[in-house]
C-alpha cells in the first residue's frame, strides 16, 4: 500500500524509466549498457515505491499514552523552552527520519486539533539546533480530554522539500491516524508536559502509530 502523496511522483518515475529502456533498445547498445540500464531502473523505482509505503498499523488507542507519530530513531530527549504556542519550557522528545524510513505522520494522541500552523523556512540538515525553529516545519497542538495538550512538529531537512499536514483546527484527532507526510527525510519533535513519562531512550528505534513514547503521569 502506498500513500496517496507519492502517486504523482511514482507515475513520473514509471513513465521515464519506462521511455528510458524503450529508448536505449532503440539504439541497439552493446547488451552490457541495457542491462545496467535495466537493473538502474529497476533500483530507482524501488527507492521510490519503498518511500512512499504506507503500511498499515493498528494503533493500541489509550488515554495515557504518547505515541511516537512516525518511525526513526530517537535523538533528542531534553527540556526546552517552547516560544510559538507555549512559551514555556516543555519535554520535547525528537525522532529522526532517514530516506529508507516511513514517512507518515500520525495523530500521536487523540483528542481535539488547537493549533495548525505552517511556516516556511531554510533546508539545514535536520539534526541542527536550529532546525526546529529555522527550518521549513508545521506545528500541530491537540488539546487532550484529560485537559492536557500535546504539540507535534514536522521540520523538513535538507533533502525534505514539502511537508504535507492534514490537520485542521477544530477537527477531531483520532490517535494513529494519518495526519501528513514528509517527502525524503526529515524529523519530528514532540513537546509534552514536564511531568510526563518518558517510555523510550535516546536511539531508541520507534515505529509510528505503535511505540509509546511517554505516558501522562
Same mark, same amino acid.
Given at each position: 500500500m502506498f500513500h496517496k502523496e507519492g502517486s504523482k511522483i511514482i507515475l513520473i518515475s514509471v513513465l521515464i524509466t519506462g521511455a528510458l529502456?524503450?529508448?536505449? %533498445?532503440? #539504439?541497439?547498445?552493446? /547488451?552490457?549498457?541495457?542491462?545496467?540500464v535495466g537493473i538502474l531502473s529497476i533500483v530507482f523505482l524501488i527507492l521510490i515505491l519503498q518511500f512512499f509505503r504506507n503500511p498499515k498499523r493498528s494503533t493500541p488507542l489509550s488515554e495515557t499514552n504518547i505515541i511516537s507519530p512516525v518511525d526513526g530513531k530517537v535523538v533528542v530527549i531534553e527540556k526546552v523552552q517552547e516560544n510559538e504556542y507555549f512559551k514555556e519550557e516543555r519535554l520535547m522528545i525528537s525522532v529522526f527520519m532517514s530516506p529508507i524510513n516511513v514517512h507518515v505522520t500520525r495523530y500521536p494522541i487523540g483528542g481535539s486539533i488547537a493549533y @495548525?500552523?505552517?511556516?516556511?523556512?531554510?533546508?539545514? *540538515?535536520?539534526? /541542527?539546533?536550529? $532546525?526546529?525553529?529555522?527550518?521549513?516545519?508545521?506545528?500541530?497542538?491537540?488539546?487532550?480530554?484529560?485537559?492536557?495538550?500535546?504539540?507535534?512538529?514536522?521540520?523538513?531537512? $535538507?533533502? $525534505?522539500?514539502?511537508?504535507?499536514?492534514?490537520?485542521?483546527?477544530?477537527?477531531? $484527532?483520532?490517535?494513529?491516524?494519518? %495526519?501528513? #507526510?514528509?517527502? #525524503?527525510? @526529515?524529523?519530528?519533535? *514532540?513537546?509534552?508536559?514536564?511531568?510526563?513519562?518518558?517510555?523510550?531512550?535516546?536511539?531508541?528505534?520507534?515505529?509510528?502509530g505503535i511505540t509509546t513514547l511517554a505516558q501522562f503521569s
Open positions: 529502456n524503450l529508448g536505449v %533498445s532503440y #539504439f541497439n547498445p552493446p /547488451h552490457w549498457i541495457t542491462v545496467a @495548525s500552523k505552517y511556516h516556511p523556512g531554510k533546508y539545514l *540538515v535536520a539534526w /541542527h539546533p536550529k $532546525a526546529s525553529e529555522e527550518n521549513e516545519r508545521t506545528t500541530v497542538v491537540i488539546n487532550h480530554k484529560n485537559q492536557l495538550q500535546v504539540m507535534y512538529r514536522q521540520i523538513a531537512g $535538507a533533502l $525534505a522539500k514539502r511537508i504535507v499536514n492534514y490537520a485542521k483546527e477544530g477537527e477531531q $484527532a483520532i490517535q494513529g491516524d494519518d %495526519s501528513g #507526510f514528509i517527502k #525524503f527525510g @526529515s524529523r519530528v519533535d *514532540v513537546y509534552l508536559p514536564i511531568d510526563t513519562e518518558v517510555k523510550v531512550s535516546l536511539n531508541q528505534k520507534v515505529k509510528g
